[in-house]
């Protein structure tokens, strides 16, 4: 596998991880509301009626998911960060290897 396809998966990967728990709180509550017409409110447990179940409390329960990106948004950044030295040193080649500072000194002493 190249180098590229591998950082470009580990950031997807990073990107999942800072965002997911937001990504669960609102995808859920807005399919909830487009698809099966459900009313969604942090403020209190609306009933949803969905093929004959009540899914109005977990429909509540999963918007406090959104609280745990207080923990993956910061987690993602340091990973992030992270991520970026890692592609620096392979795609720049930094810091240069002995091979190249030989070749270099090599042409400045001609």
């Known amino acids: 596998m190249r180098a590229r396809t591998v950082f ?4 997807v990967l990073i990107l999942l991880v800072a965002f997911g728990s937001a ?11 487009l698809v099966f017409g459900c009313e969604v409110n942090l403020n209190y447990a609306v009933p949803c009626v969905i093929g004959g179940k ?13 609280w745990y990106s207080y923990l993956t ?11 970026t030295i890692a592609a620096t ?7 240069p290897s002995a091979g190249a500072r030989r070749r270099k000194l090599s042409f400045a002493s001609c």
């Open 73 to 83: 948004i910061p987690a993602g950044v340091v990973l992030f960060v992270l991520w």
């Open 23 to 33: 990504l669960v709180a609102v995808g859920s509550q807005e399919i909830a509301a």
């Open 8 to 11: 470009v998966i580990l950031l």
């Open 54 to 66: 009540g899914y109005g409390q977990a429909l509540y329960d999963l918007g406090f998911a959104i």
């Open 89 to 95: 040193i392979v795609f720049l080649g930094w810091p």
